[in-house]
T-cell receptor
Framework: DSGVTQTPKHLITATGQRVTLRCSPR?????VYWYQQSLDQGLQFLIQ???????AKGNILERFSAQQFPDLHSELNLSSLELGDSALYFC???????????FGPGTRLTVL | GIQVEQSPPDLILQEGANSTLRCNFS?????LQWFHQNPWGQLINLFY???GTKQNGRLSATTVATERYSLLYISSSQTTDSGVYFC???????????FGAGTRLTVKP
């Protein structure tokens, strides 16, 4: 157990819908990262927050947004969902802006 | 962003065999990590190894930062070692963490 928690574990929804994925970092970690793992794209970095502020942006679509709250948990919002958004979404956390990352168990999103 | 290449893409071993997995980076990286993704999808930290050599039981890793590569050694492999091994790291200039495509390891009893 890495200490990073993610909810829900599984999510099944329909095209066009909006969902929110939640992540709680390890105790003491200030940085939160979001990743998407799909069969055709592999593991891709989406976005990073550090102590509430966005610090790095990767291949995140405009339909996706994220934020980190004062209690340091983070949410990833996915809207206007498409079939291709079906993937495993991971959250990771680290103590510093750059540092060893620890991954949560992931949320498996299925868009039908 | 940096490119990460892992080799081999697939590896099939008999239980008890040794193996070496390689990770090449197109640019200098720091905070290089190795992960094992088990058959249930969980990503498990193996090593945080920006440079040098570390060992943890049957696994060890070496990173030569100046030559932009890292190696993961698995000795006396077990069936529980099966899964996909990833290396990843951000470049020095940003926090954009890049993963390789992974090495899929199958250890047969």
């Amino acid at each position: 157990d890495s200490g990073v928690t993610q909810t829900p574990k599984h999510l099944i929804t329909a095209t066009g819908q909006r969902v929110t994925l939640r992540c709680s970092p390890r105790s003491g970690d200030l940085s939160v990262y979001w990743y998407q793992q799909s069969l055709d794209q592999g593991l891709q970095f989406l976005i990073q927050y550090y102590n509430g502020e966005e610090r790095a942006k990767g291949n995140i679509l405009e339909r996706f947004s994220a934020q980190q709250f004062p209690d340091l948990h983070s949410e990833l919002n996915l809207s206007s969902l498409e079939l291709g958004d079906s993937a495993l979404y991971f959250c990771a956390s680290s103590v510093r802006v750059k540092g060893e990352q620890f991954f949560g168990p992931g949320t498996r999103l299925t868009v039908l | 962003g940096i490119q990460v290449e892992q080799s081999p893409p697939d590896l099939i071993l008999q239980e008890g065999a040794n193996s070496t997995l390689r990770c090449n980076f197109s640019d200098s990286v720091n905070n290089l990590q190795w992960f094992h993704q088990n058959p249930w999808g969980q990503l498990i930290n193996l090593f945080y190894i920006p440079s040098g050599t570390k060992q943890n039981g049957r696994l060890s890793a070496t990173t030569v930062a100046t030559e932009r590569y890292s190696l993961l050694y698995i000795s006396s492999s077990q069936t529980t070692d099966s899964g996909v091994y990833f290396c990843a790291g951000p470049s020095y200039n940003n926090n954009d963490m890049r993963f390789g495509a992974g090495t899929r390891l199958t250890v047969k009893p």
